[in-house]
């Protein structure tokens, strides 16, 4: 499986044959999914509606390069995206599973909305904006620090789930110093427990062995 991280909680994985399938998860206004360089797109998964997960504009231009592609998004973004004419579904779908992980309250600031925990091609687990959930496959795409969150409660949940693979996300709001302090210690604490964490550089592709 290769992975580029494409700032924030937007991930492109793609899967070489005989899977052949690329997916798109949580393309949002902090993304830097360059629309032109892309070649094949199969999925656009986007777990809940906030900006920074899902950006609008983004995803038509998406959209209107790769016609054919399946969107899967909560019923709100579903709504969304049907009135601009672009089929979506919050339904199970090949290869595309869910699991409970309900988006972290932080009101007044921003109200929860629905978001979901998805399983992709049960290898990689993204769970939108949450800390609350009780599963993950080999690959857990863990957010790292947030308003509605914190790293040490991240840390803790991933020494609880035991991924062999854990690739941050959710860290736009860090200097670039701090994420590169915070990784560091990551990748050495959860290596003493057998856990890989990947350093990952917005932009470079790493491929991860299932």
Not at 41 to 62: E, G, N, P, R, Y
Not at 141 to 160: C, H, I, K, N, Y
């Amino acid at each position: 499986m290769k992975i580029t991280k494409l700032v924030h909680s937007c991930l492109l994985v793609e899967m070489p044959d005989p899977i052949n399938r690329t997916a798109l998860f949580d393309p949002g206004t902090f993304s830097t999914a360059d629309v032109d360089s892309l070649q094949y797109l199969d999925d656009i998964i986007i777990t809940h509606s906030h900006a920074d997960h899902f950006d609008l504009d983004l995803v038509k231009q998406l959209f209107a390069k790769f016609p054919e592609v399946h969107i899967t998004a909560p019923d709100d973004v579903v709504e969304t995206l049907n009135a601009e004419s672009i089929p979506a579904t919050s339904a199970l779908s090949d290869g595309i599973t869910f699991f409970e992980a309900p988006h972290e309250g932080h009101e007044p600031f921003l109200a929860p909305p629905p978001n979901l925990g998805v399983h992709y091609l049960d290898m990689l687990s993204h769970p939108g904006d949450s800390h609350h959930f009780t599963e993950t496959k080999s690959i857990l795409a863990l957010p790292m620090q947030a308003p509605w969150g914190s790293t040490q409660v991240a840390f803790d949940l991933v020494r609880e789930l035991k991924p062999k693979y854990v690739v941050p996300i959710h860290d736009w709001h860090w200097r670039d110093e701090a994420r590169d302090s915070i990784y560091e210690r990551f990748e050495q604490l959860l290596g003493q427990e057998g856990i890989t964490f990947v350093k990952a550089v917005n932009g470079e592709p790493f491929t991860l062995d299932i």
